[in-house]
Nanobody, 121 residues
Framework: VQLVESGGASVQAGGSLRLSCVAS????????MGWFRQIPDKEREGVAG???????SYADSVKGRFTVSQDSAKNILYLQMNSLKPEDTATYYC?????????????????WGQGTQVTVS
């Protein structure tokens, strides 16, 4: 499975972005997937996840602002980010290859994209 993220940009606080993660090599709709973010010298943290049954989970810091969704026909995972804050600045990664555990736990996934940078000022 290969994952390629896109959509990262520099935006002003209060703005919106939609990140995309295109998956190849397998059908994403059958698996749990997640969005994570990381800043230098910090551990990667879970932002949003979607289960194989379509259920979703969010970090407290993004609840009500971020929405995860997927287009199974196109094999794309999305992260709609609204009301962005400077503390949302990070490199965002999508992940799949769920091996069990917490949906927002980085250790629960075995395949990762290369990341896309989001900067909020």
């Amino acid at each position: 499975v290969q994952l390629v993220e896109s959509g990262g940009a520099s935006v002003q606080a209060g703005g919106s972005l939609r990140l995309s993660c295109v998956a190849s090599g397998d059908t994403i709709g059958r698996y749990c997937m997640g969005w994570f973010r990381q800043i230098p010298d910090k551990e990667r943290e879970g932002v949003a996840g979607i289960g194989s049954d379509g259920s979703t989970s969010y970090a407290d810091s993004v609840k009500g602002r971020f929405t995860v969704s997927q287009d199974s026909a196109k094999n794309i995972l999305y992260l709609q980010m609204n009301s962005l804050k400077p503390e949302d600045t990070a490199t965002y990664y999508c992940a799949t290859g769920y091996v069990g555990g917490a949906l927002l736990g980085p250790q629960s996934y075995s395949y990762w994209g290369q990341g896309t940078q989001v900067t909020v000022s």
